[in-house]
């Protein structure tokens, strides 16, 4: 009798624990989530309805979103889920690895967005980022919140489920690239700045290695073939000729090399190559920098960082 009174106690501790746990997980899930739904709340409304915002303030505010959304990512990726959590875990990270990639891109491509060089091609890739923003959603509603509820549901526990959590608020809309055109278009016009925060600005409109174009949401195959040459297109966005402008590109944090462009009109860019020595070889990341010029108050999208696999 001792004995089996011994063992119900202990079982009934380890029950206990493991309620503990599954609450603690969904209220932390839970707490992401409610301010995740905030950010997604301030980001579209601003981009519907930006006010009297100026291009400078506006990017400064979609900077501060994509920083929030790296922010619950990190959290997210520190979450002990209990044992029975462990698959919902798994895609609850890569929904939120989903919507900061998103906001990393959007943000990265914003102030380029606002100019006249180079335009159309950043509000294409920001309309992209809206796809993944809705598969982020049909990721949650279809496997992360149905399982943390069941295995909520299955314990016992009651008045611990997550909530929903839906990013892109009106899939009809932001999906239409035209719609996040009109959007964009009414901030410049509200704001009467080019997009480069006043007089000055430069911004970093592509990067390629070898004639292929590099992205920063995936991982590029480059031949292995001589010396690879990084080709950064650098556009002035403000309204008075830059000169000396310098570019740099370092590999995984260690070879920085540098060149400079003499000069780029107003409205135009221009395209310098840089040779790569000693030659990479292997996955590598190569981070490109273009310098701020005097006078330049939004240098957001004057760098980026690509992952290349050298073959």
């Known amino acids: 009798m001792l004995l089996i009174l011994i063992v119900l106690g202990v079982k009934g501790c380890l029950d206990a624990r493991k309620s503990r746990e599954l609450s603690d997980y969904a209220r932390n899930v ?3 989530v409610e301010e995740t739904n905030k950010t997604s709340k301030s980001f579209f409304g601003k981009l519907d309805e930006p ?4 291009v400078t303030e506006f990017i400064s505010q979609v900077s501060a979103d ?6 619950y990512a990190g959290r997210i990726d520190g979450l002990s889920a209990p044992g029975d959590m462990s698959h919902a875990q798994s895609a609850l990270e890569l929904t939120y690895e989903l919507r900061a990639s998103a906001m990393d891109e959007i943000a990265e491509k914003m102030s380029t967005a606002l100019g006249d060089v180079g335009a159309e091609q950043a509000t294409k890739s920001i ?15 279809a496997v992360v919140r149905p399982e943390i509820n069941g295995v909520l ?4 526990i009651e008045g611990s489920d ?11 809309r932001w999906l239409d690239e035209s719609e996040v055109s009109a959007a964009l278009g009414s901030v410049s016009g509200a704001s009467g700045e ?14 390629s290695v070898n004639g292929a174009e590099l992205t920063a949401e995936s991982t590029t195959s480059v031949a292995s073939e001589g010396t690879p040459e990084v080709e950064v297109e650098v556009a002035n966005q403000g309204e008075s000729t830059e000169n000396g402008i310098s570019v740099s590109v370092s590999v995984s944090g260690g070879t920085t090399l540098s060149g400079t462009i003499d000069s780029i009109g107003v409205g135009e ?4 190559a840089i040779p790569l020595t000693p030659a990479p070889s292997g996955e590598v990341t190569l981070e490109v920098k273009v310098d701020t010029v005097p006078g330049e108050k939004v240098s957001e999208n004057n760098e980026a960082s690509y992952n290349v696999a050298f073959e």
């Open 127 to 141: 309309a992209a980022q809206m796809r993944k923003l809705l598969g982020s959603d049909a990721l949650y509603a």
């Open 51 to 54: 006010g009297g915002l100026s």
């Open 194 to 207: 080019s997009a480069s925060g006043g007089i000055h600005g430069l911004g970093l409109i592509s990067t």
């Open 153 to 156: 549901a299955a314990n016992g």
């Open 66 to 71: 994509r920083s929030a959304m790296d922010n």
């Open 30 to 32: 839970s707490e992401i």
């Open 269 to 272: 860019s221009e395209t310098l």
């Open 162 to 172: 997550v909530p929903k959590s839906i990013f892109l608020p009106d899939e009809n």
